[in-house]
């Protein structure tokens, strides 16, 4: 998941882990870490590989706006979909326009290191 340098030092700040140690650089764009073990986010409180498993996230109330809109996510034509990859998708109502356009501001502000 990606995140803005704000979030990530915010995420420091609360958790008191080094940068370095749950973000990396994925092209240029400052992204999570998934955990070697769970093969998910670091900050997923799971024990299972397995992408339906149970799972908590410790920083809920400090997450990413990336992780805050999904499974709602961009595709090549910047319309908003559902992401295919979530297997709750069947949950969530049909994005909006406005949902595309608050996505689009926020990958203009990853893309700035904002
Ligand atoms: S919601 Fe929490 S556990 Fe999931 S990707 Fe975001 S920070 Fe990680």
């Known amino acids: 998941m990606p995140l803005t340098e704000a979030e990530a030092k915010r995420l420091s700040r609360r958790t008191g882990m080094a940068l370095e140690s749950f973000t990396w650089e994925n092209n240029g764009i400052l992204t ?27 920083v809920y109330e400090v997450r990413p706006e990336g992780c805050r809109k999904y499974p709602i ?37 990853l893309l700035r290191r904002q």
């Open 73 to 109: 996510v961009l595709n090549s034509n910047d319309d908003a979909i559902l992401d295919d990859g979530c297997p709750h998708r069947q949950d969530f109502p049909e994005p909006s326009e406005a949902d595309a356009i608050e996505l689009l501001n926020l990958e203009e502000r």
């Open 32 to 58: 999570l870490l998934n955990d070697e073990k769970t093969r998910a986010c670091v900050f997923l409180l799971t024990a299972s590989p397995d992408t339906n498993a149970e799972g908590i996230c410790s």
